[in-house]
């Protein structure tokens, strides 16, 4: 039996449009992962190897499960969706076990994408091996690395790897061969957040004088994330107003509440 943290996606209904203010990690990703999968003929040709891995790096809710998928929707691949926080396993192997079979049904579904999101939790460099956890963790991490050393860079098979933080990997993983692609994926700037908020509110019924670039200019700091939660949230302030369209106040009211939101996160955090 498979693993229940594998989620498996014939394919993704993700598409690059949907992504704002993340043109040019697009562009890369395109070339790096979606042309080889699709023309891995003009590679050969040419007598050069696309990478097998890249590593999305940045602050959490700003797009890199929504690009993985996308990629694997426009490359025509498979997505597998793997978390690394639940390799960590409780029983000697078991990580490993779960590492293989990860890859086995990369290459029974190929063309294949396998993400591995939070990939530093079992990619992060460790001074010590002391506690028996920390040694499984340890295997799992090497399983995969010769997982990924196993295939070649033509197979069908690609992994997209995410982290919010690449000071703590391992550099083992990124050695030439493995994850040696790294494509950051920052926090929007205000034309991104402009086109974050264009994308949600073209879905939503809003009233005539919302400004996308005003909203965009008073965001700051806020992830891709955090402006979805902001117009899901000034829908439900229209509602609970009993109004069918959502208004420009609506949309500050909520960014107001997200921002608070934030903060206190924040303070957690601290
Ligand atoms: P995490 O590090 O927390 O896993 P992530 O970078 O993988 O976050 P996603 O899961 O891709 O972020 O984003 C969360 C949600 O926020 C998405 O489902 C999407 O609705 C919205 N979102 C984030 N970034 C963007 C963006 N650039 N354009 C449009 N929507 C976005």
Redesign the pocket.
Request: charged content about 15%.
């Given at each position: 039996p498979y693993v229940k943290s594998m989620e498996i996606i014939d394919r993704p209904n993700i598409t690059y449009a949907?992504?704002?203010?993340?043109e040019e990690q697009i562009r890369e990703l395109r070339e790096v992962v979606e042309l080889p999968l699709k023309k891995p003929e003009l590679f050969r040709e040419i007598g050069i190897e696309p990478p097998k891995g890249v590593l999305l790096f940045?602050p959490?809710?700003?797009?890199?499960?929504?690009?993985a998928k996308a990629v694997a929707n426009e490359s025509n691949a498979t997505f597998i969706h793997v978390v690394a926080s639940e390799f960590a396993q409780k029983f000697v192997g078991e990580g490993a076990r779960i590492v293989k079979e990860v890859f086995e049904m990369a290459k029974k579904k190929a063309p294949s994408i396998v993400f591995i999101?939070e990939i530093d939790a079992i990619g992060a460099k460790r001074i010590e091996l002391g506690t028996s956890g920390e040694r499984e963790i340890q295997r799992t991490l090497m399983q995969l690395l010769s997982e990924i050393d196993g295939f070649k860079a033509l197979d069908n098979v690609k992994i997209i790897a995410?982290t919010?933080r690449i000071d703590i990997l391992d550099p083992a993983l990124l050695r030439p061969g493995r994850f040696d692609r790294l494509v950051e994926?920052p926090l929007?700037n205000t034309e991104?957040r402009k086109e974050?908020f264009r994308?949600y509110t073209q879905k939503m019924k809003i009233e005539e004088n919302i400004n996308n670039e005003i909203l965009a200019n008073m965001t700051e700091g806020f992830?891709?994330?955090d402006?979805?939660n902001s117009c899901v949230e000034a829908g439900y302030i229209a509602i609970r107003n009993d109004r069918n369209v959502v208004t420009m106040n609506d949309m500050l009211e909520a960014i107001d509440k997200i921002q608070k939101k934030k903060s206190i996160n924040k303070g957690i955090e601290r």
């Open positions: 949907e992504i704002g203010g993340l940045g959490p809710g700003t797009g890199k499960t929504m690009l999101d995410a919010n994926v929007p991104g974050i994308i992830s891709g994330a402006i979805k």
